[in-house]
């Protein structure tokens, strides 16, 4: 074989290995192509030794080649060692997201749940080629947490055999799975993705029954001011919703892990109270909303249950002069402040509002019993509980020392009961969670988080990712008033004064 023949074969040998590091490092998962050429190179260079060994033989012998065999050594434990760091970074990876609304992170409710789970999962991603990336990117924030988590990225138009075991119906289908148990989910998003693990983890959903019958809020209407949308988030955080008439029932079963009553207009009949009543006592757990009314008493009774239970839902409606949707006139208090000791609202950093909301207070509970505020308004006189209708209706209203209430006005409130372990969250307005404010995510997540908090399930949370466009964020009427001081006086000012300041000096000079 001529020389220069040889020369362009060991070049060649030599690309075709930079070729397989390429390949192994870009499409690691094309093992069937990266064994092919791996095997087909060393059975290449195997042959050109073969071809060439009567000159080699003399290369072996020279002093360059006791220095390759040295630079060889040393690259290959370099190498090995490199290997070795990969190994354990991949199986123990850590993440740092400095993206403003930590975005490429999991949320916390994510992190706590996979800390919980003791169980070995498998998450198994079913997509065409060109799709596996962008779905990868989600998942890995999975094994980023918890790295005994398995990853397999099956291509749905390679692998036909997985895609027909599975019963695969669309691209982009993930499926959780432990053992002989498995959860899927067609949809792309964190929220989706917790929930199939979190159902691995037991034997059924939870189930809620959620009282209609009394102008509650419509889990079936569609318009704004229907509950469709919050019936979708409570069902997409693997709860078991189910809607029932109270009148119809005798004992609500004790399988039903909350009981709703949220925002009802008209009187309860006797026996309906007794039903919720003896749940409460079986150590039942109930989330209420009670509107303000001020053109009369209608829900006395329920009222004076809740009373009995430890929680006043006066007939009031709370007005906040300084923390307020603009416009509002106060009537439409904002949340920005939540208390800092309930599982609730611990580390609960959110701007929740509550329009038309009504007064929610202790009343006199048990020894034992555990009362907690998880939100109010501002102090007095900043705030109060106004109980004249014809002011509303005028927009001329005032505290009356008189009727009304001295601020800060409770507006959430939950208790936890010790004879008979009952929860109750009373909220005092039940429209903040209507289709009309969807996009106003905050206000969602502080509902779910009472209901998870009733359902003690801690393992299972209800969020979604921040998502900007879907986060208004309100500015009350005092803020607006600091913003128009700062940026159309006192900026402007501040400058001009420094300028002036720098051109007299220059003057000087």
């Given amino acids: 074989m001529k020389s220069w023949m040889k020369r362009i074969l060991y070049i060649c040998n030599f690309i075709i290995y930079l070729v397989i590091v390429a390949l192994w490092i870009s499409i690691p998962e094309e093992l069937t192509l990266n064994i092919a050429c791996s095997v087909f190179n060393l059975a290449f260079t195997g042959m050109m030794i073969i071809w060439d060994r009567e000159n080699l033989k003399g290369f072996y012998a020279s002093s360059q080649f006791k220095g390759l065999t040295q630079a060889s050594a040393s690259a290959a434990l370099v190498l090995a060692i490199l290997g070795l760091v990969n190994y354990l970074s991949y199986k123990n990876p850590v993440s740092f997201d400095l993206s403003a609304f930590k975005t490429n992170t999991l949320t916390k409710e994510s992190k706590e749940i996979l800390r919980k789970i003791d169980i070995p999962i498998t998450i198994k991603v079913f997509a065409r080629k060109n799709e596996l990336g962008v779905i990868r990117a989600l998942i890995d924030l999975y094994r980023y947490e918890k790295n005994d988590i398995a990853i397999e990225l099956v291509d749905v138009e390679l692998q036909p055999g997985l895609v027909a075991k599975y019963q695969i119906e669309r691209s982009g289908t993930i499926i959780a799975e432990s053992g002989e148990r498995h959860q899927r989910t067609n949809e792309l998003s964190e929220l989706a993705i917790t929930n199939a693990i979190v159902k691995l983890t037991r034997d059924s959903d939870p189930q809620i029954y959620y009282v209609t019958g009394h102008g509650e809020v419509s889990l079936g209407l569609k318009e704004n001011r229907g509950g469709t949308f919050l019936k979708g988030l409570i069902q997409k955080s693997s709860f078991e919703l189910k809607e029932v008439v109270l009148s119809s029932i005798k004992k609500i079963p004790k399988k039903v892990k909350t009981l709703i009553i949220w925002g009802p207009k008209t009187a309860f009949l006797k026996g309906e109270l007794e039903v919720v009543e003896a749940y409460l006592q079986s150590g039942g757990r109930l989330l209420a909303a009670i509107d303000p009314n001020l053109n009369g008493e209608s829900v006395t009774h329920f009222r004076h249950l809740l009373r009995k239970w430890g929680i006043k839902v006066e007939n009031q409606l709370v007005v906040d002069r300084i923390k307020h949707v603009n416009g509002s006139d106060g009537t439409v208090p904002i949340i920005n402040a939540f208390s800092p000791y309930h599982a609730i609202t611990k ?146 000012l501040t400058l001009f004064s420094t300028s002036f300041v720098f051109y007299r000096r220059r003057r000087k000079l």
């Fill in 347 to 492: 580390g609960l950093k959110s701007q929740v509002f509550l329009p038309l909301t009504t007064a929610v207070n202790k009343a006199v509970i048990e020894e034992g019993d555990k009362f907690e505020m998880l939100a109010s308004s501002s102090a007095f006189p900043a705030s109060w509980g106004d109980t004249d209708p014809a002011e509303v209706v005028k927009g001329t209203l005032s505290f009356d020392p008189l009727k009304d209430l001295k601020g800060p006005i409770g507006l959430v409130a939950a208790i936890t009961k010790k004879a008979s372990k009952a929860k109750i969250v009373a909220f005092g307005n039940s429209t903040f969670v209507i289709n009309s404010y969807q996009k106003f995510g905050k206000n969602f997540q502080f509902f779910l988080k009472s209901l998870v908090w009733l359902m003690e399930d801690n393992p299972l949370k209800s969020f979604n990712l921040p998502v900007l466009k879907e986060e208004p964020v309100f500015i009350s009427g005092p803020q607006i008033g600091l913003i128009f001081y700062l940026a159309v006086i006192i900026t402007p």
